[in-house]
T-cell receptor, first 113, second 110 residues
Framework: ETGVTQTPRHLVMGMTNKKSLKCEQH?????MYWYKQSAKKPLELMFV???????ENNSVPSRFSPECPNSSHLFLHLHTLQPEDSALYLC????????????FGNGTRLTVT | KQEVTQIPAALSVPEGENLVLNCSFT??????LQWFRQDPGKGLTSLLL?????REQTSGRLNASLDKSSGRSTLYIAASQPGDSATYLC?????????FGKGTHLIIQP
């Protein structure tokens, strides 16, 4: 079992649907992240949580809503998405922000139809 | 704002060769430089982290260097193997988080 687990692995949703992505880390880390990976673009940081507090919101549209109920779990709630939101969504965790190595999950491949 | 560039975008070499992947960054005020590997359809795996005060880090056949003054890092892979085929990404860690390059897609030919 990897240290960071993401579910589901694949998700297809219509533009009017509401869905959630889940991330769980078993590493005892204090920081958790959501990244978006689109074809031919660098990874884009979306949200950062340190000790369950959101410390970064990288100008992400409000149709993406994060939730961090505890230091081990992170959710990304999705609603009224656009086709250009189709991408690989990666969750990561680290012990001490970016001063320590990030550990990534295998991602959720999202397709918006 | 930090910008990270990786050259080349793609590289194909025969098995057994030593190779170098390049990474450049614009803001030298970084905490560290991290190298990752990504296999198709998977997440990223951390390979090496070089602190800003360090010049290099080694792990097995991998050696990463950091030159803050020139804004460059290299990842050296010795005696390449087909299992090394993947996309390699570098990222600069700083006050505004971790900034990634687009990656180098590496193919090792058997």
């Amino acid at each position: 079992e990897t240290g960071v687990t993401q579910t589901p692995r694949h998700l297809v949703m219509g533009m009017t649907n509401k869905k959630s992505l889940k991330c769980e880390q078993h590493l005892g880390h204090n920081a958790m992240y959501w990244y978006k990976q689109s074809a031919k673009k660098p990874l884009e940081l979306m949200f950062v949580y340190n000790f369950k507090e959101q410390t970064e919101n990288n100008s992400v549209p409000s149709r993406f809503s994060p939730e961090c109920p505890n230091s081990s779990h992170l959710f990304l709630h999705l609603h009224t998405l656009q086709p250009e939101d189709s991408a690989l969504y990666l969750c990561a965790s680290s012990q001490e922000g970016v001063k320590s190595p990030l550990h990534f999950g295998n991602g959720t491949r999202l397709t918006v139809t | 704002k930090q910008e990270v560039t990786q050259i080349p975008a793609a590289l194909s070499v025969p098995e057994g060769e030593n190779l170098v992947l390049n990474c450049s960054f614009t803001d030298s005020a970084i905490y560290n430089l991290q190298w990752f590997r990504q296999d198709p359809g998977k997440g990223l795996t951390s390979l090496l982290l070089i602190q800003s005060s360090q010049r290099e880090q080694t792990s097995g056949r991998l050696n990463a260097s950091l030159d803050k003054s020139s804004g460059r890092s290299t990842l050296y892979i010795a005696a390449s193997q087909p299992g090394d085929s993947a996309t390699y990404l570098c990222a600069g860690g700083g006050a505004d988080g971790l900034t990634f390059g687009k990656g180098t897609h590496l193919i090792i030919q058997p």
